[in-house]
């Protein structure tokens, strides 16, 4: 089989793809600025994993301008289209996120993610295609970007800094449980049924970023040197922050990893 993953090159593209490469699929990944003309090779999947989280400008040509493009050419193609969208489209809430939860951006990002999700579900209905929606908690790994909360905290131990805490809470899901989840609604749903259909994954479990930081120094086997911070470091962090992973669980999929077993590999792996 034949994919494009667009945004291989990237956090979670990068996993994707050293996934798909162990089932011996043929896979062509591409960052934001490759050459639509590509589309004349035919492929089985494509995975839309493009994202951008510092300017709206990007965030916009990203999110929407250049996932409306691949829409259109995926027409040509007799594909499924997988789209990574993320739980932080449904806005601040003090309850489990459930897929029929309505979208409620309060920020650009979240805006953007959320128009790319009505445009999967408009191109699934109006042309009638295979098109699945994704949307993961906090995802966390190998690969992710080294100014993310864990590869920070990891970073500053082996260095013997002090590590900043900030208020806040998440719904981390490790990495390889976010990709075999994903292929989990492939194997097991119908693909005329993934007409925009929209799966949570997570592990329905939410930690505070304190909680996260003295786990990890428990695994390195360091003391931790930790300053708490009361106020948070981004105006979107929450005091609840958990995504219900019920239709997954349906399915017959579970994580394989709780925080412990994740972080410990994430730590071997950085």
């Known amino acids: 089989m034949r994919v494009l993953v667009v945004g291989g090159t990237g956090f979670l593209g990068r996993n994707i793809c050293e996934y798909l490469k162990k089932l011996d699929m043929e896979v062509h990944a591409v960052g934001r600025d490759f050459i639509l003309p590509q589309f004349f090779v035919p492929y089985d999947f494509i995975f839309f994993l493009a994202g951008e989280v510092r300017k709206q400008a990007d965030m916009y040509y990203t999110h929407v301008e250049l996932l409306y493009k691949v829409l259109c050419r995926s027409l040509n193609i007799n594909c499924v289209f997988v789209y990574v969208g993320s739980s932080s489209e449904y806005g601040r809430m003090d309850e489990p996120m459930t897929e029929e939860h309505p979208i409620k951006p309060t920020n650009m990002y979240e805006a953007t993610k959320g128009a790319g999700t009505l445009l999967c579900q408009g191109f699934a209905k109006e042309f009638d295609r295979p098109i699945l929606i994704v949307r993961p908690s906090s995802v966390y790994g190998k690969y992710e970007r080294p100014e993310k909360l864990i590869p920070t905290i990891i970073r500053k131990i082996k260095s013997k800094e002090k590590v900043d805490i900030y208020h806040g809470w998440h719904d981390w899901i490790y990495v390889d449980d976010f990709i075999n989840g994903i ?59 958990l995504v219900d992973n019920s239709k997954m669980i349906d399915l017959g999929w579970e994580p394989k990893y709780d925080i412990f077993e994740g972080l410990r590999k994430t730590v071997g792996e950085m």
């Not at 939410?206 to 931790?224: F, R, V």
């Open 183 to 241: 292929f989990t609604i492939l194997h097991e749903v119908d693909p005329d049924k993934l007409e925009g259909e929209i799966y949570n994954i997570s592990s329905a479990r939410q930690h505070s970023n304190l909680e996260i930081a003295n786990i990890i120094y428990n695994i390195m086997g360091e003391i931790p040197l930790i300053t708490r911070h009361d106020e948070n470091f981004h105006k979107h962090d929450t005091d609840c922050w």
